[in-house]
């Protein structure tokens, strides 16, 4: 770990979608640093395992589960009630995301609802509230919301998670200026590929290979959870509005440098052809 151990002494943090994925591989990062943890998903035996697993490597660290479909105004508010009758949580971290492939043309008014309502209503539910309860108690905070890269350049076949996320980067900008005088930061990270079970299942059906990644490999969750746990220390205290993309240099295979990608097999003697072919005058 890259991090003294007491980083994040102290500190309480809601993790949305705790129970698996990224969100429990961050919630354990977390507790290794010193923070207690609130971890909420839609399934309690999810959850609970979790939970299980967190206690026995940290028994001292104060760990609580909550069941809660965050598309559900009314259930946020009565979850963020009960985590603040123990205390205020200091951190909201944004990780509960719904995605899946599909043609946009013949997407359902409810797969559409579907996707925007977790990604995209239940984030600001969740973010209004914890914010809400900080100004109204003076108290500093912080959010991380977890985008893609898609929330930046577009996302075919994912197209509602693509308008779902860049609509958190817009939250996460604009109240960064609304509610900074308030000492609440917002930040985000724009993931490439980090595995998961879930996300290879819905979103790479062919495999997760690292095929346009210059860095030649697929994220590894402790790199995420590292960039998560620093951006939300006070270490980050100066960092607001801002989104942190960690994709192993993907984005900028795109674009005016869409060949590039072949050329990283070239070989010695295709590099010099190449030369040979542009001869300096
Ligand atoms: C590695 C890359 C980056 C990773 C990024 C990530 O975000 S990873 C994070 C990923 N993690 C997660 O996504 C975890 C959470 N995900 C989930 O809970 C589900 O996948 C959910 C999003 C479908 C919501 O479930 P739910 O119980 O609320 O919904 P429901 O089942 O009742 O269906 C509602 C409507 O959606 C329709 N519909 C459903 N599937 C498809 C499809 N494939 N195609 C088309 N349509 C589909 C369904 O037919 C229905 O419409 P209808 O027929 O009534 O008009
Ligand atoms: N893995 C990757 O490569 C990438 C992931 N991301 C982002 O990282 C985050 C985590 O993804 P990942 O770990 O891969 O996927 P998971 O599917 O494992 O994580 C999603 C979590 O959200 C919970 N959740 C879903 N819907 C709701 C809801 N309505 N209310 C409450 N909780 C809900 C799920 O639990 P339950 O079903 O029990 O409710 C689950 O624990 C997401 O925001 C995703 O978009 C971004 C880019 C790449």
């Excluded at 309480?12 to 919630?27: A, D, H, P, Q």
């Excluded at 697993?53 to 069941?67: L, N």
């Excluded at 930046?152 to 900008?173: C, I, N, R």
Aim: hydrophobic share 45%; with cysteine.
């Amino acid at each position: 770990m890259a991090f003294a151990p007491g980083l994040l002494a102290g500190r309480r943090v809601l993790v949305t979608g705790g129970g698996t994925g990224l969100g429990r591989s961050m919630g354990r990062r977390f507790l290794a640093l010193g923070a207690s943890l609130a971890i909420c998903g839609r399934r309690g035996d999810v959850l609970d395992e979790a939970a299980a697993s967190f206690r026995a490597e940290f028994p001292d660290r104060p760990v609580t589960t909550h069941v809660c479909d965050i598309r559900d105004a009314a259930a946020v508010e009565a979850m963020l009630d009960a985590i603040w009758r123990d205390a205020p949580a200091d951190v909201l971290v944004n990780n509960a995301a719904a995605n899946f492939l599909a043609q946009t043309h013949r997407l359902s008014p409810r797969a559409v609802d579907a996707v925007l309502g977790t990604t995209l209503h239940g984030a600001a539910y969740c973010t209004i509230g914890c914010g809400r309860r900080w100004i109204e108690a003076g108290r500093p905070g912080v959010v991380l919301s977890i985008l893609t890269l898609s929330a930046l350049q577009g996302g075919a076949f994912t197209v509602p998670s693509a308008m779902a996320k860049a609509g958190l980067l817009a939250m996460t900008q604009s109240l960064a200026v609304e509610w900074g005088p308030h000492g609440i930061r917002l930040v985000a990270i724009a993931p490439g590929t980090f595995p998961t079970e879930s996300a290879v299942a819905r979103l790479r059906p062919g495999g997760t290979d690292a095929e346009g990644v210059p860095l030649g490999r697929n994220g590894r969750h402790e790199e995420l959870a590292d960039l998560a746990a620093f951006l939300v220390s006070d270490h980050a205290g100066y960092i607001t509005g801002e989104c942190v993309v960690a994709d192993g240099g993907r984005r900028f295979l795109g674009g005016a440098r869409a060949g590039a990608q072949a050329m990283l097999r070239w070989s010695d003697e295709e590099w010099a052809a190449q030369r040979a072919r542009t001869p300096a005058r």
